[in-house]
């Protein structure tokens, strides 16, 4: 805020408000994050539209209805909505300097990430398991991929989460770990929104 | 223990043996050199584990110059065979080996060269031109580089080792799937690119952040310099085009390394995806490349022509649509492959609307010279030639963006020729507008003007000599990517020009070798002592050539398009007075261990190493946790230290 009123007045003060770009570090991380979400949306975006074109292509294999169960998708689902509460009161309590709510809030926010996982690992070794694995289908490859990368973010966001609780177990709230419990939140719910892409496109319209 | 690494990897044919020892005892003369004169110490402090823009701008435009070599001389050895293997003579080239060439080709031209390019003279210019001390993200920003430089690394491996890609410089499916290319080759392309990829999307993020919050008071949307526009259009591109890239080539790895189906042709995999999401990121990239040389001339002419650029508004929109439209036309790539009408007719319109805003562009900097006091310097040159080329260029595009025309003409030496005039013609000449153009204010001193004219020269009858006959050609029923053809074709001639024009060419890139020599061996009586040689209007002028490396002492305050010009006629606003503290990254090597790791990581993959992959995969994480984990670390430089710096290029300006 203070770098944009610096740009759009123009007075004989002007000197003493000059920034020294270093202090705005926060918005422009926050801004930089932003950027990098949206290239990994663009990622998920191809992604989607591969799924798109191959779901049909299933070459004699399962289609999504043969596969797909809906009731494993829904939990998932919940579990990734409640984490991203959880995280959020996370970040909350980092606002409010709390430092042992912020290790409780993340640390649960952990263990739902980490079940969501393991469900997800599991779907994935059911379907190997019964002959339906990457290699049998197009269709299979685009699914396994879709879904496995956003698994891999979710995996990619457990391990930042245990650096980041060893950070404020270490540093407690500084202006750093602060901003990264913030830029870490983004990330958390950026995955959130792209499941919930996932829940709709793959499995909600899968098994209709 | 090495994977599928044999010995066998090491056996190459005659002529790729020459270039590997070549390159290897280049290689060694040049460490035997820097350890004859004890400078490595001075490298890692001052170069290697720099964070300053300016020494990674540099650092670019070497590895790119240096790659300009390599894909040079693929370039030459396919002319010179082309001119040669004609009927019963089959030229000194095996089939095989000619495909790796323009495979190789194509991939170090646009990868390294065009993307070294642009981004070296953004690193360089950008932070100045903004008046501000830094990028937003020093390290990321050399994190970007030293993925650049690992991935071009890694390109000069496969030539040494094993095989390059014979698919394509965007290695199409089925092809370049596992069971019509089971060696290496197409592995080390995927790695060579995706590095590369990764780095540049991290750069394009740091420069749009950079553009968008580091600008100096005063300095609006509409204050900005339009090579600055032009960046932060080509890296709006990047960010969106690059992860495109970036999971296209997730997708054909996944295909190559775990058997699954997305562009096989069998399994209901669809090769066809392939090129439409290859694209949907190759055609954004041309603009990536080709809006910096618009942003470069933009500069350049004005400054020559001592007048304001006309039309600054219209060319500012004139980027923005073309970075718009650039994204609803990668069709026209394969018009051939059988879309419908409705759909090619749409493309080829979109295509066709590209040129009003280039026009626009064009009739711009025409405009800018009129009744200007023009200076035909050699960076004007470059833009005479440009203006030439481009034209020629652009409108053989659009002849081409009609399906019906593009059905006779696609993949023949006529596209070829098209293209190259717009990548030789427009970026590169471009860039060699914008290397004379900036040279001084960052060596501090100048290049040699006859040797750039000459250079200029022969650059300019060799293109011509070397690809309009292509047009000729390619009418005739030439296709690209030909090893042999036979004499009733009666294309020899035709081909013999061109590699005359190649030679041609090559004598440039002598005298402009030579001519940088020359000036760095004559520095001391080609000193820039003012910062401004050519009375330019822009804040990078405002500074001693070369600048300091916190750029601005005192961070400028601007409300005018010309900021220089603004103080010269008396009317820009009062500018603070006082020095104070400036704060600077550290410098840190970690950007250089990423890149070293990230080298052996697509050196392990392309050769099934698993153990060399994982290892240096789990390596990279912990690097990057260490350097995320770790405070901001800054160096400050008081307001006296600056006082006294600034005093002493004072005294040494005034001494001359």
Same mark, same amino acid.
């Given at each position: 805020m203070?770098?944009?009123a610096?740009?759009?007045?123009h007075d004989?003060?002007?000197?003493t408000?000059?920034?020294d770009?270093?202090?705005?570090?926060?918005?422009?991380?926050?801004?930089?994050?932003?950027?990098?979400?949206?290239t990994?949306c663009i990622l998920?975006?191809?992604?989607?539209?591969?799924?798109?074109?191959?779901?049909?292509?299933?070459f004699g294999g399962?289609?999504?209805?043969?596969i797909?169960s809906?009731?494993?998708?829904?939990i998932?689902t919940?579990?990734?909505?409640?984490?991203?509460?959880?995280?959020?009161?996370?970040?909350?309590?980092?606002?409010?300097?709390k430092?042992?709510?912020i290790?409780?809030?993340?640390?649960?926010?952990?263990?739902?990430?980490a079940?969501?996982v393991?469900?997800?690992l599991?779907?994935?070794s059911?379907l190997v398991l019964?002959?339906n694995s990457?290699n049998?289908?197009?269709?299979?490859?685009?699914?396994f991929?879709l879904v496995?990368t956003h698994?891999?973010h979710?995996?990619?966001?457990?391990?930042?989460?245990?650096?980041?609780?060893?950070?404020v177990?270490?540093s407690?709230i500084t202006?750093?770990?602060?901003?990264?419990l913030?830029v870490?939140s983004?990330?958390?719910?950026f995955?959130d929104?792209?499941?919930?892409f996932?829940?709709?496109i793959?499995?909600?319209m899968?098994?209709i | 223990?090495f994977g599928r690494l044999?010995?066998?990897a090491f056996?190459?044919?005659?002529?790729q043996n020459f270039?590997?020892v070549m390159?290897v005892?280049?290689?060694i003369g040049?460490?035997g050199?820097i350890?004859y004169?004890?400078?490595?110490?001075?490298l890692w402090?001052?170069?290697?584990?720099?964070v300053?823009?300016?020494?990674?701008?540099?650092?670019?435009?070497?590895?790119?110059?240096?790659m300009?070599?390599?894909g040079f001389?693929d370039?030459?050895m396919?002319?010179?065979?082309q001119?040669?293997?004609?009927?019963?003579?089959?030229?000194?080239i095996?089939?095989?080996h000619?495909?790796?060439i323009?495979?190789?080709?194509?991939?170090?031209?646009i990868?390294?060269?065009?993307?070294?390019v642009?981004?070296?003279?953004?690193?360089?210019v950008i932070?100045?031109?903004i008046?501000a001390?830094d990028v937003a993200y020093?390290?990321?920003?050399a994190?970007g580089?030293? $993925?650049?430089?690992?991935?071009?690394?890694?390109?000069?491996?496969?030539l040494?080792?094993g095989?390059?890609s014979a698919?394509g410089?965007?290695a199409?499916?089925?092809?370049?799937?596992?069971e019509?290319?089971p060696d290496?080759?197409?592995?080390?392309w995927?790695?060579i690119?995706?590095?590369?990829?990764i780095?540049?999307?991290?750069?394009?993020?740091?420069?749009i952040?950079?553009?968008l919050k580091?600008r100096?008071?005063g300095?609006?949307?509409?204050?900005?310099?339009?090579f600055?526009w032009?960046g932060?259009c080509?890296?709006?591109?990047?960010?969106f085009?690059?992860?495109?890239?970036t999971?296209t080539l997730?997708?054909?790895?996944?295909?190559?390394?775990?058997?699954?189906?997305f562009?096989t042709a069998?399994?209901?995999?669809?090769?066809m995806m392939?090129?439409?999401?290859i694209?949907?990121?190759?055609h954004p990239?041309?603009?990536i490349l080709?809006?910096?040389?618009?942003?470069?001339f933009?500069?350049?002419v004005?400054?020559f022509?001592e007048?304001?650029?006309?039309g600054?508004?219209s060319?500012v929109?004139?980027?923005?649509?073309?970075?718009?439209?650039s994204?609803?036309?990668?069709l026209?790539?394969?018009?051939?492959?059988?879309a419908?009408?409705?759909?090619?007719?749409?493309?080829?319109?979109?295509t066709?609307?590209?040129?009003?805003p280039t026009?626009?562009k064009?009739?711009?900097?025409?405009?800018?010279?009129?009744r200007?006091r023009?200076?035909?310097?050699s960076?004007?040159?470059w833009?005479?030639?440009f203006v030439?080329?481009?034209?020629?260029?652009g409108?053989?595009?659009i002849?081409l963006?009609?399906?019906?025309?593009?059905y006779?003409?696609?993949?023949?030496?006529?596209?070829i020729a098209?293209?190259?005039?717009?990548?030789?013609?427009g970026?590169?000449?471009?860039f060699?507008?914008?290397?004379?153009?900036?040279?001084?204010?960052?060596t501090?001193?100048?290049?040699s003007?006859r040797?750039?004219i000459?250079?200029f020269?022969?650059?300019f009858?060799g293109?011509?000599?070397a690809f309009m006959? $292509?047009?000729?050609?390619g009418?005739?029923?030439?296709?690209?990517r030909l090893?042999?053809?036979?004499?009733?074709?009666?294309?020899?001639?035709?081909f013999?020009?061109?590699?005359?024009?190649a030679?041609?060419i090559?004598?440039?890139v002598g005298?402009?070798i030579y001519?940088?020599?020359?000036?760095?061996?004559?520095?001391?009586k080609n000193?820039?002592?003012?910062?401004?040689?050519?009375n330019g209007?822009?804040?990078e002028?405002?500074t001693?050539?070369?600048?300091?490396i916190y750029?601005f002492?005192?961070?400028?305050?601007?409300?005018d398009?010309?900021p220089l010009w603004?103080i010269?006629?008396?009317?820009a606003?009062p500018?603070?007075?006082?020095?104070e503290?400036?704060?600077?990254?550290?410098?840190t090597p970690?950007?250089?261990?990423?890149?070293?790791l990230?080298?052996?990581?697509?050196?392990?993959?392309t050769?099934?190493?698993t153990w060399?992959?994982l290892?240096?995969?789990v390596?990279?994480?912990?690097?990057l946790?260490?350097?995320?984990?770790?405070?901001?670390?800054?160096?400050?430089?008081?307001?006296?230290?600056?006082?006294?710096?600034?005093?002493?290029?004072?005294?040494?300006q005034?001494?001359?």
């Amino acid at each position: 805020m203070e770098t944009l009123a610096v740009h759009h007045t123009h007075d004989s003060h002007a000197d003493t408000r000059v920034p020294d770009p270093h202090q705005d570090t926060f918005s422009k991380t926050i801004l930089g994050f932003w950027m990098y979400l949206m290239t990994d949306c663009i990622l998920f975006a191809t992604l989607f539209a591969t799924y798109a074109v191959l779901h049909n292509s299933t070459f004699g294999g399962p289609s999504s209805r043969d596969i797909f169960s809906l009731s494993i998708a829904s939990i998932e689902t919940m579990i990734l909505l409640f984490s991203s509460v959880t995280c959020g009161l996370g970040v909350l309590s980092a606002v409010h300097s709390k430092k042992n709510q912020i290790i409780l809030w993340f640390a649960l926010t952990f263990v739902l990430g980490a079940s969501f996982v393991a469900i997800e690992l599991h779907e994935f070794s059911h379907l190997v398991l019964e002959g339906n694995s990457w290699n049998r289908s197009a269709f299979l490859s685009s699914f396994f991929t879709l879904v496995g990368t956003h698994g891999l973010h979710v995996t990619v966001g457990l391990f930042w989460m245990i650096v980041m609780i060893v950070q404020v177990l270490l540093s407690g709230i500084t202006v750093a770990t602060f901003r990264r419990l913030v830029v870490f939140s983004m990330f958390w719910h950026f995955l959130d929104l792209v499941w919930i892409f996932i829940f709709t496109i793959v499995y909600l319209m899968g098994v209709i | 223990m090495f994977g599928r690494l044999t010995l066998e990897a090491f056996k190459h044919e005659p002529s790729q043996n020459f270039a590997v020892v070549m390159m290897v005892l280049t290689g060694i003369g040049i460490m035997g050199a820097i350890t004859y004169s004890k400078k490595w110490k001075w490298l890692w402090d001052e170069w290697f584990t720099s964070v300053d823009p300016k020494k990674i701008g540099l650092m670019y435009i070497i590895v790119a110059l240096l790659m300009f070599f390599k894909g040079f001389s693929d370039a030459l050895m396919m002319r010179l065979q082309q001119a040669l293997s004609v009927g019963d003579a089959h030229g000194f080239i095996a089939p095989g080996h000619f495909q790796e060439i323009f495979s190789a080709h194509g991939t170090t031209m646009i990868f390294f060269v065009g993307m070294g390019v642009v981004f070296g003279l953004m690193n360089l210019v950008i932070p100045l031109q903004i008046g501000a001390r830094d990028v937003a993200y020093p390290f990321l920003n050399a994190l970007g580089f030293w $993925l650049f430089a690992a991935a071009s690394v890694l390109s000069l491996f496969s030539l040494a080792i094993g095989k390059f890609s014979a698919t394509g410089w965007l290695a199409y499916p089925p092809l370049s799937g596992i069971e019509y290319s089971p060696d290496e080759g197409v592995d080390y392309w995927i790695w060579i690119v995706q590095i590369a990829g990764i780095g540049s999307t991290l750069s394009g993020i740091n420069f749009i952040v950079t553009i968008l919050k580091m600008r100096c008071p005063g300095m609006t949307f509409m204050k900005m310099p339009i090579f600055v526009w032009s960046g932060l259009c080509a890296m709006v591109l990047v960010i969106f085009a690059f992860p495109i890239l970036t999971a296209t080539l997730v997708l054909l790895s996944l295909d190559r390394y775990l058997g699954m189906h997305f562009f096989t042709a069998g399994f209901g995999g669809n090769p066809m995806m392939y090129i439409n999401l290859i694209w949907a990121w190759g055609h954004p990239e041309v603009y990536i490349l080709i809006l910096p040389a618009f942003g470069i001339f933009s500069e350049v002419v004005p400054t020559f022509s001592e007048k304001r650029l006309f039309g600054y508004a219209s060319m500012v929109w004139a980027l923005i649509v073309i970075t718009f439209l650039s994204f609803v036309v990668w069709l026209h790539h394969f018009f051939t492959m059988g879309a419908s009408s409705g759909v090619n007719a749409f493309f080829g319109i979109m295509t066709m609307l590209i040129a009003i805003p280039t026009g626009v562009k064009l009739f711009n900097w025409l405009f800018t010279k009129f009744r200007g006091r023009v200076h035909f310097t050699s960076p004007m040159l470059w833009f005479f030639a440009f203006v030439l080329n481009f034209s020629i260029g652009g409108m053989t595009g659009i002849l081409l963006s009609a399906p019906p025309v593009d059905y006779q003409a696609h993949n023949s030496l006529f596209l070829i020729a098209h293209f190259h005039g717009m990548v030789i013609g427009g970026m590169l000449f471009g860039f060699f507008c914008g290397f004379t153009y900036w040279f001084p204010k960052f060596t501090g001193f100048f290049l040699s003007e006859r040797l750039n004219i000459y250079a200029f020269w022969c650059w300019f009858t060799g293109f011509l000599l070397a690809f309009m006959p $292509l047009y000729m050609l390619g009418f005739m029923g030439a296709t690209r990517r030909l090893d042999h053809y036979e004499a009733s074709t009666g294309w020899q001639p035709l081909f013999i020009i061109v590699g005359i024009g190649a030679l041609i060419i090559l004598c440039g890139v002598g005298v402009q070798i030579y001519g940088l020599f020359m000036s760095i061996k004559d520095r001391k009586k080609n000193l820039d002592v003012t910062g401004n040689p050519w009375n330019g209007r822009t804040l990078e002028w405002s500074t001693p050539s070369p600048p300091p490396i916190y750029n601005f002492a005192i961070t400028p305050i601007v409300d005018d398009l010309d900021p220089l010009w603004a103080i010269k006629e008396g009317h820009a606003p009062p500018q603070n007075k006082n020095y104070e503290d400036i704060h600077l990254p550290k410098n840190t090597p970690m950007g250089l261990y990423i890149g070293i790791l990230s080298l052996i990581f697509g050196f392990a993959m392309t050769w099934y190493m698993t153990w060399l992959a994982l290892a240096s995969f789990v390596a990279i994480v912990i690097c990057l946790i260490i350097r995320l984990s770790g405070e901001d670390e800054h160096e400050m430089i008081t307001a006296k230290q600056v006082k006294e710096m600034e005093a002493a290029h004072l005294s040494k300006q005034g001494a001359r």
